[in-house]
């Protein structure tokens, strides 16, 4: 048996870019001898401006009526609900799975990266908060994204399968992306995740709530998302694999590509000084690029380039004793793109015969 209680929480083409993060850990509140309170960090990866939407889902689960419930939901200290009012409520034959949505858009600050929620719940029986996660979109010159993303629960048993639709409005990259939270509740489950019918991921021996991103080829605007649930060995208890988030989205970002070269060596005394040529042949301007020269694990130099536009380039003059380099020398070059961190090396030695 597959349910699908998926429903669209926020879909559309967007002048922008999105970032999202994801707390996975889960939280048991309430019920005797169980903590009633609990903080969740959600932190942002890079920073932001101009915010378009922001969207909070906390999904939990529940084996045994509640009674009488207290219930409070922070998020950076702003009070967010004091009800118990999930907005989508899915039923199984091994619990009830809630999801909780709120738009906090009014509530974030630009370059805010992190971001606390904050949770407090009693009742007679415990709930559990299996993962929390906040998704941002926010305008960016020159990008474009295009989103489908889906809130709930659906539940699969072994042998079965669930097939969700992905459909884009229109066309703005060469590739899909997708992210899929899902609640595991045995190592010996066995998962395939398939896109269009084409096999892209396989897991096991994972227990939990667990996340999970898929890149694909786009083939059309319509595309399919398939998770299998393999039979299982042996009896196992719960059994259900739940899926509780799914986020389609293509993007196009103009994005910076740092390259750096040795233009000159020269000896000077006890010295030599050398000039590295840092250039952005990337499409996207990029800020605070850090240059750091290393040997034998100490950093000999280091200077950071505010900024680099898109075509544009510098040159970084240092010098090192002629001593040092005679064992290996790394001249790295660290940059961000989307909140990742990147680098380069270049081998000083292969310059210096």
């Not at 290393?294 to 898109?310: F, H, N, P, Q, T």
């Amino acid at each position: 048996m597959s349910l699908n209680n998926l429903a669209e929480v926020l879909s559309g083409s967007f002048e922008g870019d999105l970032m999202y993060t994801v707390s996975t850990t889960p939280v048991v509140l309430g019920g005797r001898s169980l903590k009633k309170h609990e903080e969740i960090l959600l932190m942002l990866p890079h920073e932001y401006n101009d915010i378009v939407s922001a969207i909070l889902i906390i999904n939990a689960s529940l084996t045994e009526e509640l009674g009488n419930i207290y219930w409070k939901v922070r998020f950076n200290d702003i009070m967010l609900s004091r009800e118990f009012k999930p907005q989508i409520v899915t039923s199984s034959n091994e619990g009830k799975y809630l999801t909780f949505i709120y738009d906090v858009k009014p509530i974030m600050k630009p370059k805010q990266l992190k971001n606390v929620l904050s949770i407090g719940f009693e009742a007679s029986n415990p709930i559990t908060i299996e993962s929390a996660m906040l998704l941002l979109i926010h305008r960016v010159p020159e990008a474009s994204i295009d989103l489908n993303l889906y809130a709930g629960t659906s539940v699969i048993e072994p042998s079965h399968k669930l097939d969700i639709d992905m459909g884009f409005r229109r066309r703005i990259s060469s590739k899909g992306s997708c992210l899929i939270l899902l609640s595991i509740p045995s190592k010996a489950c066995s998962l395939s995740f398939a896109v269009n019918n084409k096999v892209l991921k396989r897991v096991s021996e994972v227990l939990g709530t667990y996340e999970l991103e898929l890149e694909y080829p786009l083939s059309g605007l319509r595309n399919k998302l398939s998770i299998i649930y393999h039979d299982v060995k042996g009896r196992i208890f719960p059994k259900e694999v739940k899926v509780n988030t799914v986020l389609a989205f293509q993007r196009a970002v103009p994005e910076p590509r740092i390259v750096s070269r040795v233009v000159k060596v020269r000896e000077s005394g006890d010295y030599v000084e050398v000039d590295v040529e840092v250039s952005n042949v990337g499409s996207g301007d990029v800020k605070d690029v850090i240059i750091q020269v290393m040997s034998v694990g100490a950093i000999l130099y280091r200077e950071v380039i505010d900024e680099l536009k898109a075509g544009g380039g510098t040159v970084i003059k240092f010098k090192l004793l002629k001593k040092v380099i005679e064992q290996p020398v790394t001249i790295r070059t660290i940059y961000r793109v989307l909140g990742r961190p990147l680098f380069t090396d270049v081998r000083l030695n292969d310059v210096v015969k």
